[in-house]
RNA sequence: CGGGAAAUAGCUCAGCUUGGUAGAGCGCUUGGUUUGGGACCAAGAUGUCGCAGGUUCGAAUCCUGUUUUCCCGACCA
C-alpha cells in the first residue's frame, strides 16, 4: 500500500479532547475520529486493525464450532417486552419510534433477538448444542461516555449465544469459550486476569469478566496473592490485606478493562420467551444457554494502553496494520526512491503486506508518521542505499541495522 | 443526574477583566532554497467568535437562556 494512497489524517497538535495515553495515540495517528461524545469514526487505519482483531476472534470461535451470523440492529420493543426487559433495561436502551409510531430500540445485546431465531427453528434434543456469534455494532446510551473508545454509546462488540439440551453441556461449552477467550487475549499479547462478576443487566446463574489490567481501567478487582481467587470488587467487599474469601493468602487490588464478559444464562430468556425443545424422554423443556461478550472497539484500546512507549503506537504483531513499513528518504524521489520501490514490490510479492511512504515530505515527517502508525519493522532507504545497504529498525526492540537486501529477504516479519 | 472546566481558522490556542476593523503558531496554496527525526525564506487563502435573545450608537468581549464537549463523582454487560 503506498502511503499517498492510505488515508492516515495524522495531527501534529494533539486534539484536546483527549486525556488518557491510547485515546490521545488514536486521534493522533489518525486512526479514529469523534463524531460526538462515545461515538467514533474508525479511520482506515484503525479499521484495519479492528479486522485483525475480528479476525482472530473468528478463527478461535470458528475452531470450536461457533458460526458467525448477522442480526439487526434495529429491534422491535414486541421482543423486549416479551422478555421483560423493555422495562428492565431502563435509559441505557436507545428508543425510537418509526413513521407509524410502533416502538423499536437500537439494539444495546441480543438475547432476544438470537432466542426468537433459535426457538422458531430448534425445537428437538437431536438439533442441540447451538453455538452462534455476531459481530456488530451495538448501542448503549450511557450516561457519561468516557475515554475515547472505552466506554461508548455505540460501539462493536462480538456476541455469541450457545444453546443446550442440559447444564452439562452448557458447563462444557462454558468451558471451551473461555478457553478460546484467552486464545484470544493472548494472541494479542495482553496481561489480563480472569475475575468472578455481577452478570448485571443479562442475568444468569454465574458469569466471569476477563479484564485487561491496566490503570485506566474503569473496574477495580479484588485477588488473592496465593490463590487463583479473584473478583470483580462489585462482588466483594474487601480491602488490600484482607485475608482471601477462600483462606489463602491476602487480598490486592488492581484496576482492569472489562474486554469480555461470559455468562451462563440459563433459562433467564428461553423461559419467558418460550425457546423450548422436546427432550429423549418426549417431555417439553426450555432450551439452556449461554452468552458471551466480547468489545472489539474497546480491546483497540486496551491493546494500545499496554502497548505504547513515548506516545507511540507499538502494535502486537497478530494485530499490527501492516508487516513492514518502507520509508524512502529521498523528498525528490530519484535514485533512492527507485531502489526502495524495487525493495517494495519485491517484499509485497514474498507475501508480505507493506505499507511504501511514497510522499514527498521531509525525512522528519516520515520518521513522526511512522511511530504513530507503529508498525515494528520498519526498512528506511537512506543514503547508503546506493551501495545496497538499509536500516532495518524493530521498533519494539528499539534497535537499529543496516543490512543488505538479501539479509532483509533472509528474515521473517511474520513472527 | 450532582460538581468542575471549556466552546474563536483544519489543529493547538491568544484576545474577554476595561465593548470600538478577527489574531498567532502549526497545517494548507504558490514560488524559491533545503533533504536522516515534524526544515527555511517570501507571498497568499481560510471564520455565522457554538446557538438564541437582551443591554448598547456599537458585542467574540457585558447579561439571560440554551446546545455541545471534556474531567471528577454517581450510574453502568
Redesign the pocket.
Known amino acids: 500500500m503506498k502511503q499517498s494512497l492510505l488515508f492516515v489524517p ?8 483527549a ?1 488518557v495515553i491510547s485515546h490521545k495515540i488514536l486521534l ?1 495517528g489518525g486512526y479514529i475520529k ?1 463524531s ?3 461515538v467514533y469514526s474508525y479511520l482506515p487505519l484503525g479499521y484495519k486493525i479492528i479486522k485483525k482483531i475480528e479476525n482472530i476472534i473468528r478463527e478461535e470461535l470458528d475452531a470450536i464450532g461457533c458460526s458467525e451470523l448477522l442480526m439487526p440492529a434495529l429491534q422491535s420493543k414486541d421482543l423486549w417486552v416479551e422478555s421483560g426487559r423493555w422495562e428492565a433495561y431502563g435509559k ?1 436502551l436507545m428508543r425510537l419510534e418509526d413513521r407509524h409510531e410502533r416502538a423499536f430500540c437500537l439494539g ?2 441480543h438475547e432476544e433477538v438470537i432466542t426468537s431465531i433459535v426457538r422458531d427453528f430448534i425445537n428437538s434434543y437431536k438439533k442441540l448444542p447451538v453455538a452462534l456469534y455476531q459481530i456488530q455494532t ?1 448501542f ?1 446510551d ?6 475515547g473508545l472505552m ?1 461508548g454509546r455505540e460501539f462493536i ?1 462480538k ?1 455469541l449465544y450457545t444453546f443446550h439440551a442440559t447444564e452439562e453441556d452448557l458447563d462444557g461449552w462454558y468451558l471451551k469459550v473461555r478457553q478460546a477467550y484467552q486464545n484470544i487475549l493472548d494472541r494479542m499479547d495482553l496481561h489480563y486476569r480472569i475475575v468472578s ?6 442475568g444468569g446463574s454465574s458469569s466471569e469478566e476477563f479484564m485487561i489490567l491496566c490503570d485506566i481501567g ?2 477495580t478487582i479484588v485477588y488473592s496473592d496465593e490463590s487463583e481467587f479473584a473478583s470483580n470488587s462489585e462482588l466483594h467487599n474487601l480491602s488490600v490485606g484482607d485475608p482471601s474469601p477462600d483462606g489463602k493468602g491476602h487480598i490486592l487490588q488492581a484496576k482492569g478493562i ?1 474486554a469480555g ?1 461470559i455468562f451462563k444464562l440459563g433459562t433467564k430468556y428461553s423461559v419467558p420467551m418460550k425457546a423450548n425443545f422436546i427432550d429423549k424422554d418426549g417431555l417439553t423443556k426450555p432450551i439452556i444457554m449461554g452468552c458471551y ?3 472489539i472497539s474497546r480491546l483497540l484500546m486496551a491493546v494500545l494502553e499496554q502497548h505504547y512507549k513515548d506516545e507511540k503506537a507499538l502494535w502486537p504483531q497478530e494485530i499490527r496494520p501492516f508487516d513492514i513499513h518502507i520509508l524512502p ?4 524521489q530519484t535514485a533512492n526512491y527507485a531502489i526502495a520501490l524495487d525493495v517494495y514490490d519485491k517484499l509485497t510479492k514474498a507475501g508480505y503486506d507493506c505499507l511504501f511512504d511514497d510522499r514527498q515530505e ?4 516520515k ?6 502508525v507503529g508498525i515494528r519493522n520498519r526498512i ?1 532507504v ?3 542505499a546506493g551501495e545496497g545497504i538499509f ?1 532495518f ?1 524493530d521498533i519494539k526492540d528499539d534497535t ?1 541495522k543496516e543490512m543488505t537486501f538479501d539479509e532483509i529477504m533472509a528474515m521473517n516479519f511474520k513472527l
Open positions: 495524522t495531527l501534529r497538535d494533539m486534539p484536546k479532547e486525556e493522533k469523534q460526538a461524545a462515545g441505557e444495546p445485546t451495538k448503549r450511557e450516561f457519561r461516555p468516557r475515554f466506554r462488540m456476541d462478576a455481577d452478570s448485571g443487566n443479562i474503569e473496574d472489562e464478559h461478550g466480547m468489545g528518504l529521498d523528498k525528490e521531509s525525512p522528519g515527517v520518521f513522526k508518521d511512522a511511530d504513530l528506511v537512506g543514503r547508503r536500516e529498525k537499529v
